[in-house]
């Protein structure tokens, strides 16, 4: 059974630092591509980054290229997020998902992020 699980959610101030972590089991993790999605409070969803099953290809959405950078530890079966420099628009419930043949077919049960002073 896939599982994903979100961790390192929480509140942080504009401008600060937070890293997401999302744990993987149930399949070859170092086989698929990954990727995060967030949902803004009653906004759809907006897709954040992507990372090649190497870990060596990612892409960002615009708005968040420079301060959001996507990584993996392939041997820890785990994806990251690192968000740096964060902003109330921010504030989302960030969701990992496992990149299927067209398109994400797992997710996570997402974290939540608030960015507020």
């Known amino acids: 059974e896939v599982q994903l699980v979100e961790s390192g959610g929480g509140l942080v101030q504009p401008g600060g630092s937070l890293r997401l972590s999302c744990a993987a089991s149930g399949f070859t993790f170092r086989d698929y591509s990954m990727g995060w999605i967030r949902q803004a409070p009653g906004k759809g969803l907006e897709w954040v980054s992507t990372?090649?099953?190497?870990?060596?290809?990612?892409i960002d959405a615009d708005s968040m290229k420079g301060r959001f950078t996507i990584s993996r530890d392939n041997a820890k079966n785990t994806l990251y997020l690192q968000m740096n420099n964060v902003k109330p628009d921010d504030t989302a419930v960030y969701y990992c998902?496992?990149?299927?043949?067209?398109?994400?077919?797992?997710w996570g049960q997402g974290t939540q992020v608030t960015v507020s002073s």
């Open positions: 998902a496992k990149w299927g043949l067209t398109g994400f077919d797992f």
């Open positions: 990372i090649n099953f190497g870990g060596d290809t990612s």
